[in-house]
């Protein structure tokens, strides 16, 4: 009898043993797994760090009050050139134009621009080379930095993908402060642009001061006339004056390049080669009139890869004179 209380005594001492190891592995494991399965990016862990998440989430983790300082920034480049006198959108036909647009920043390329003119307004909008910028806003990035949310300009996804900010234009040829906010760095940049009036055709530009060649009465002959390039990096130059040919109201012009690595030009779409290449870079062009920027393209060889580049050129009614 005693030989059964004890075994059964002992049996009781077993069972008791297992179910209480079983709940303490089961607590354990329970918070490991809980411990694992909430660990955030920040490091915190438990519900307390989910719950946090959940809340920074609903009301908007990102902080646009930070803007970057120069070590944060590349080189500034300066927009547009002295010729340059600002030109109001009264002054421009309406109508939707390709447009060239400068920016300060190497960081914030444009890979194209169309500006829209209407009644007395201009917008652009801009297709970016790359997807890093989520917001625009029209001032400086400390001006940004203290603005509603509801003052930024979002981009626009087009059909390829590409984001597009479409930007109010108070002037061409007049650069004008647009920081730009940095999906990575989350903090503004002070970017300056400006559109180029010398992008557009000549007809947009209502207040052109364009001498039409007929108005000038040349007979045929040759001339010369004082010519003055823009764009550019501003380190390439034409000689000036350069000779000029009428024959029969067609008028050409002789440029000759500080250079020798432009090997071709286009006027109006239209390529010409180079008439020598032996030390400079000459070519035999139309000039369609005087006293404005006629737009060209030169395309260079001088970098690892070609490419064509902006210009114009400003033929002088004022300085023709006839060649001895």
């Known amino acids: 009898m005693n030989r059964n209380k004890f075994f059964t005594a002992l049996l009781l001492t077993s069972v008791l043993t297992v179910s209480s190891l079983s709940g303490c592995g089961s607590s354990t494991a329970g918070q490991g797994a809980g411990s694992a399965s909430t660990e955030s990016a920040d490091g915190k862990t438990g519900s307390g760090a989910a719950a946090a998440d959940s809340t920074t989430s609903s009301q908007g983790s990102t902080d646009y009050g930070k803007t970057a300082d120069a070590s ?36 914030f390329k444009i890979a194209d621009c169309v500006l829209t003119v209407s009644d007395d307004s201009m917008t652009a909008r801009l297709t970016m080379n790359g997807t890093g910028y989520l917001y625009l806003y029209m001032g400086t990035a400390e001006e940004a930095a203290r603005a509603d949310e509801a003052d930024f300009i979002p981009f626009e996804e087009d059909e390829t993908g590409a984001h597009t900010f479409t930007i109010p234009v108070k002037a061409l040829d007049e650069g004008f402060p647009c920081a730009a906010f940095s999906k990575r760095k989350e903090q503004w940049y002070d970017r300056t642009l400006l559109v180029r009036s010398d992008s557009l055709p000549a007809e947009a530009l209502l207040s052109s001061s364009k001498t039409e060649i007929d108005s000038l009465a040349l007979e045929n002959g040759e001339y010369t006339a004082e010519v003055t390039l823009h764009g550019g990096s501003g380190k390439a130059k034409v000689t000036s004056p350069a000779k000029i040919t009428v024959a029969d109201g067609t008028v050409t012009a002789e440029i000759i390049w500080s250079s020798n690595n432009y090997d071709y030009m286009k006027v109006n779409g239209v390529r010409y080669d180079p008439v020598s290449l032996e030390d400079h870079s000459v070519f035999e062009i139309p000039v369609d009139g005087f006293d404005y920027n006629m737009p060209v393209l030169a395309d260079t060889t001088a970098m690892s890869t070609p490419h064509e580049i902006e210009y114009t050129l400003f033929f002088d009614s004022k300085t023709i004179t006839k060649a001895e």
């Open 72 to 107: 944060d920034m590349a080189d500034v480049e300066q927009v547009g050139e002295d010729w340059m006198t600002p030109i109001r959108p009264d002054e421009v036909a309406n109508g939707v134009y390709q447009a060239s647009v400068d920016s300060s920043s190497s960081m």
